[in-house]
């Protein structure tokens, strides 16, 4: 699984941005798609997954209502659309694929995921 992060960059507080992952390599209809995000001296923090197949979607807290995850199957890609983005965004943000068995739940545990992109910076000017 091959998976290209692109879109981040500079924005000010209040702005939106579009991250989007490229994902090649396989047949993504038995996987799990999902976006992290790291901060200088935190943790990796999960920030929304999609089920490829079905379109099911979870959030984090932090961001539900301002960031939205979807998939375009054509493409093979993924994007989140950041909205009202504030300093503390500011991260290098990660797309991350996991193959899911039948009948298991989306997750939000970054190590369930085993293939991750490069990451891409996003930085929020106040």
């Known amino acids: 699984v091959q998976l290209q992060a692109s879109g981040g960059g500079l924005v000010e507080a209040g702005g939106s941005l579009r991250l989007s992952c490229a994902a090649s390599g396989r047949t993504f209809s038995s996987y799990d798609m999902g976006w992290f995000r790291q901060a200088p001296g935190k943790e990796r923090e999960f920030l929304a997954a999609?089920?490829?197949?079905?379109?099911?979607?979870l959030y984090a807290d932090s961001v539900k209502g301002r960031f939205t995850i979807s998939r375009d199957i054509a493409k093979n890609t993924v994007s989140l659309q950041m909205n009202s983005l504030n300093p503390e965004d500011t991260a290098v943000y990660y797309c991350?694929?996991?193959?899911?068995?039948?009948?298991?739940?989306?997750?939000?545990?970054?190590?369930?995921?085993?293939?991750w992109g490069q990451g891409t910076l996003v930085t929020v000017s106040s």
């Open positions: 999609i089920r490829w197949s079905g379109g099911i979607t």
């Open positions: 991350a694929a996991r193959y899911r068995r039948p009948g298991s739940m989306v997750t939000t545990t970054p190590n369930t995921y085993a293939d």
